[in-house]
Every structure is written in structure tokens, then in C-alpha cells.
């Protein structure tokens, strides 16, 4: 199984903020789109990416005030990325080693899509269960 198996399954699509957007901006369209990460990107394209875990690890320093902060303040700059013709095994390998939830797919430095450990999940449990499909077939034509 593939990336680009995860993102025709899922979708392609992903939503982006810039550098300068607010953290409050930040969490309403987290809460809107219902997810738990966001891409930063500027004019030279990709520069961090934010999740929830940012949020919260920063909300303890600075309280209310991060609502009011830049999300270049808290993204993470250090960012895994991933092709379409990665494996998902490899996929969950990085999420594992590096604990991180969420990993852009770019294609000739463009950001195609993102998948989440939730993504990865799910596809492992739909190829799990089509091989214990396969083999209860097979056992049932004996």
C-alpha cells in the first residue's frame, strides 16, 4: 500500500495558513475542517507545519496570550515529508520514530496532500481485513 493509495481513498485536498495567521485564526479552522494539523506555507512554499500538540505545549507558557500569537511563534519548522510512491509501512515507521501524527505528501516541491497516523490506520486495517478476507475464501473452497 501506497501514499497515493491513501490519498485517492481520502482525498487530495489540504488546507493551508501563512506564517502571519493567528493561532486563534489557527484553532477556528482546525475546529471547522475537523482536523489536528495545518501545513504553514509562505511564498517559497512550505516553512512548518502546526498541530494540536503545538498548541497545547505552548499554552502552558503563554496562556490566553497565544491566541494572539503568530503561528510562526509555535509551528514546528523540522518537518517530515513524503512522496506518493512511499509505503505506508514507511509512513508509519517515521510517524512512530519521530511521534508525529500528521506528514505532508509533496510532489516536485509542491504540497499534494497530507496523511495522518489516522489515515495510516485506517488503510493497515482495510489491508488486514482483505487478507483475512482472501484466507477464509480460500480455506472456505478447500
Given at each position: 500500500?501506497?501514499?497515493?493509495?491513501?490519498?485517492?481513498?481520502?482525498?487530495?485536498?489540504?488546507?493551508?495558513?501563512?506564517?502571519?495567521?493567528?493561532?486563534?485564526?489557527?484553532?477556528?479552522?482546525?475546529?471547522?475542517?475537523?482536523?489536528g494539523?495545518?501545513?504553514?506555507?509562505g511564498?517559497?512554499?512550505?516553512?512548518?507545519?502546526?498541530?494540536?500538540?503545538?498548541?497545547?505545549?505552548?499554552?502552558?507558557?503563554?496562556?490566553?496570550?497565544?491566541?494572539?500569537?503568530?503561528?510562526?511563534?509555535?509551528?514546528?519548522?523540522?518537518?517530515a515529508?513524503?512522496?506518493?510512491?512511499?509505503?505506508?509501512?514507511k509512513?508509519?515507521?517515521?510517524?512512530?520514530?519521530?511521534?508525529?501524527?500528521?506528514?505532508?505528501?509533496?510532489?516536485?516541491?509542491?504540497?499534494?496532500?497530507?496523511?495522518?497516523?489516522?489515515?495510516?490506520?485506517?488503510?493497515?486495517?482495510?489491508?488486514?481485513?482483505?487478507?483475512?478476507?482472501?484466507?477464509?475464501?480460500?480455506?472456505s473452497?478447500?
Amino acid at each position: 500500500m501506497r501514499v497515493s493509495d491513501v490519498l485517492r481513498n481520502k482525498g487530495a485536498g489540504v488546507d493551508t495558513v501563512n506564517p502571519g495567521t493567528q493561532v486563534s485564526e489557527l484553532l477556528r479552522r482546525m475546529a471547522d475542517h475537523n482536523i489536528g494539523a495545518m501545513v504553514v506555507t509562505g511564498p517559497d512554499g512550505i516553512v512548518g507545519i502546526v498541530s494540536e500538540r503545538d498548541v497545547v505545549r505552548n499554552l502552558t507558557t503563554h496562556g490566553a496570550n497565544l491566541l494572539a500569537m503568530p503561528v510562526s511563534a509555535i509551528m514546528t519548522t523540522s518537518i517530515a515529508s513524503c512522496v506518493l510512491d512511499d509505503s505506508v509501512d514507511k509512513l508509519f515507521g517515521v510517524m512512530t520514530e519521530r511521534r508525529i501524527r500528521h506528514i505532508p505528501v509533496i510532489v516536485d516541491r509542491e504540497l499534494v496532500g497530507i496523511v495522518s497516523i489516522g489515515d495510516v490506520v485506517k488503510m493497515r486495517m482495510e489491508e488486514l481485513k482483505n487478507s483475512q478476507d482472501q484466507l477464509q475464501a480460500y480455506i472456505s473452497q478447500g
